[in-house]
């Protein structure tokens, strides 16, 4: 049994100008010890998905289908008390911006405190020789002083370190990180991400990693889900979207990073602009995007279309060009195949 299984999750806001679908069945599972990475263009869904996962949503946010098990667990509906005991415990997050996750207010000691204290049967004393142990082990130099200063005192990849510090303090089996290296410089994305990596091998835990870095993705991921108006495109082994690609919003993504041998040439863009969340097509919500889509691609979307065992891709594209097992046939709406 994996870890944490979702199943056709789909989640809502409620606002005046209507309901926003901000994911709409998306499944996965992740097992123990693996890293799930999950991209996308902003907007995609990939943030709320961890959000229902924490059950942290905004108040004009609800979870309005699907299933969340964690370890067995369902989480949907489970209530408040239940989740109290599985956040920061059992299921932890790293936020995009250290400096508004943390309060500027408290010392890095009260914070770090305060979540081992909530979480786990330690004492004062004890949470603090476990807070100390947790900066000395993300890399945190002179622990004993920073350990009395405040936010505002660290650098970016310093506060960073005191985030995923405060998120393993506890030991969790689920290590959500949200876009966890945004906004820091190159040398100190590494340094995080080979970071996270030791403490995932030396912990055993899993992580979801959020990123609309496909570069990190490489590094780090077993699985990767590639994400688009609140859906999966596509979804398989990191070999398999990297060297095999098969929705054409994936290929968009990976011409559009610079590489040594574009020095010099124009980036690849992928045109237009991501698609209302409020008046969502009845096709593909990439169609109106994407250079080689069908008239099917227009009135009807592609469910989960199986490439192999370790991979499928919700495009049309795959059937016409017999990549699937072939169970699945194209009936073009009258007109033909030519883009419109």
């Known amino acids: 049994m994996s870890l944490l299984e979702v199943k056709d999750l789909q ?5 005046d100008a209507g ?3 901000a994911v709409n069945g998306v499944s996965f599972n992740l097992d123990r010890g693996k ?3 999950i991209v996308g ?5 990939k943030s709320v998905t961890a959000y229902s996962i924490m059950q942290i949503l905004a108040d004009t946010g609800k979870i309005v289908g699907g299933s969340i098990k964690f370890d067995g667990q369902e989480l949907v509906n489970a209530g408040e008390k239940v989740m109290k005991t599985i956040r920061g415990d059992r299921i932890s997050i790293i936020f995009q911006d250290p400096m508004t996750s943390l309060n500027p207010t408290y ?3 009260h914070q770090l405190i305060e979540a081992i204290v909530l979480h786990t049967s330690r004492d004062k004393k004890q949470a603090w020789g476990r807070a100390l142990e947790m900066l000395k082990l993300v890399g945190v130099n002179d622990p004993e002083k920073r350990m009395n200063q405040y936010p505002f005192e660290f650098s ?8 995923i510090a405060m998120a393993l303090a506890c030991e969790p089996d689920i290590l959500i990180a949200d876009e966890p290296t945004t906004a820091l410089d190159v040398t100190i994305q590494a340094q995080i991400l080979e970071l996270m990596k030791s403490l995932q091998n030396e912990l055993g835990m899993a992580i979801i990693l959020i990123t ?9 991921c077993d699985e ?3 994400m688009y108006a609140g859906q999966i495109c596509e979804q398989g082994t990191a070999d398999e979207i990297f060297y095999n690609p098969r929705h054409e919003y994936t290929k968009g993504l990976l011409r559009s990073i610079p590489t040594i041998s574009s020095s010099g040439q124009k980036l690849h863009p992928i045109s237009g602009t991501p698609i209302d969340l409020l008046a969502m097509p009845k096709g593909c919500p990439f169609a109106p995007r994407c250079d080689n889509a069908m008239k099917i691609c227009i009135h009807k979307h592609a469910d989960r279309l199986p490439i192999n065992k370790d991979h499928m891709a919700s495009c049309w594209i795959n059937v016409r060009d017999g990549i699937t097992d072939g169970s699945v046939k194209i009936e073009e709406p009258e007109g033909g195949t030519d883009h419109e």
């Open 212 to 220: 609309h870095d496909l570069g990190v993705v490489a590094q780090m």
């Open 41 to 45: 263009e902003s907007g995609s869904g």
């Open 156 to 163: 970016g990849g310093m506060r960073q370190r005191v985030m």
């Open 35 to 37: 890293v799930l990475g």
């Open 19 to 21: 309901e926003v679908k």
């Open 224 to 226: 990767t889900i590639v």
């Open 11 to 15: 989640t809502s806001f409620f606002t």
């Open 107 to 109: 010392t890095i000691a």
